[in-house]
T-cell receptor, first 112, second 111 residues
Framework: EPEVTQTPSHQVTQMGQEVILRCVPI?????FYWYRQILGQKVEFLVS????????KSEIFDDQFSVERPDGSNFTLKIRSTKLEDSAMYFC??????????FGEGSRLTVL | RKEVEQDPGPFNVPEGATVAFNCTYS??????FFWYRQDCRKEPKLLMS???SGNEDGRFTAQLNRASQYISLLIRDSKLSDSATYLC????????????FGSGTRLSIRP
């Protein structure tokens, strides 16, 4: 069964460093998303991507964040200068059309 | 008011019991509704979509009430393996651009 894959599964970084989280969505899906979940808290929407551009983003997704789909298969989330409060599990998801999300297993980011 | 609200629980029920969760949403333009299940430290996984006419999948029944803007999930004959957090998910518009998660309801099934 096709699945969304994410790398790395866990990354530890120093505050102020840049981080890139990578995702390979399911190949025939059209919408791509990043969500994050701080430990013990709710799943929060960050950004959605459709037709090679951002279609919607939340207030969390500030100038420190960016997304790219550089080669038609990978979908990356970059955090330019990490803060302590960026520590969270970051989930990539894709969906073929309206609403049914398929999630990757997540990338745990720890900022020290 | 939060866009999607759920009772956080925890619900602690014996095996075999029937348990029901509700979820309310604030935006009347919401179009698509889902229940996801999330196990501890794992990714959310789709449990079922929620249709206007209500739908059933084995022991699980989902209902949508557009007039009152809530959806519900009923679990019959609960199993130990049903212990998880259940996430109410709402898509605000007919497009898939923004999909909002509730905070989740924790369910614990005891033997």
């Amino acid at each position: 069964e096709p699945e969304v894959t994410q790398t790395p599964s866990h990354q530890v970084t120093q505050m102020g460093q840049e981080v890139i989280l990578r995702c390979v969505p399911i190949s025939n899906h059209l919408y791509f998303y990043w969500y994050r979940q701080i430990l013990g808290q709710k799943v929060e929407f960050l950004v959605s991507f459709y037709n090679n551009e951002i279609s919607e983003k939340s207030e969390i997704f500030d100038d420190q964040f960016s997304v790219e789909r550089p080669d038609g298969s990978n979908f990356t989330l970059k955090i330019r200068s990490t803060k302590l409060e960026d520590s969270a599990m970051y989930f990539c998801a894709s969906c073929p059309s309206a609403g049914e999300l398929f999630f990757g297993e997540g990338s745990r980011l720890t900022v020290l | 008011r939060k866009e999607v609200e759920q009772d956080p629980g925890p619900f602690n029920v014996p095996e075999g019991a029937t348990v029901a969760f509700n979820c309310t949403y604030s935006n009347s333009a919401s179009q698509s509704f889902f229940w996801y299940r999330q196990d501890c430290r794992k990714e959310p996984k789709l449990l079922m979509s929620v249709y206007s006419s209500g739908n059933e999948d084995g022991r699980f029944t989902a209902q949508l009430n557009r007039a009152s803007q809530y959806i519900s999930l009923l679990i019959r004959d609960s199993k130990l393996s049903d212990s998880a957090t259940y996430l109410c998910v709402v898509s605000r518009y007919s497009s898939a651009s923004k999909i909002i998660f509730g905070s989740g309801t924790r369910l614990s099934i005891r033997p």
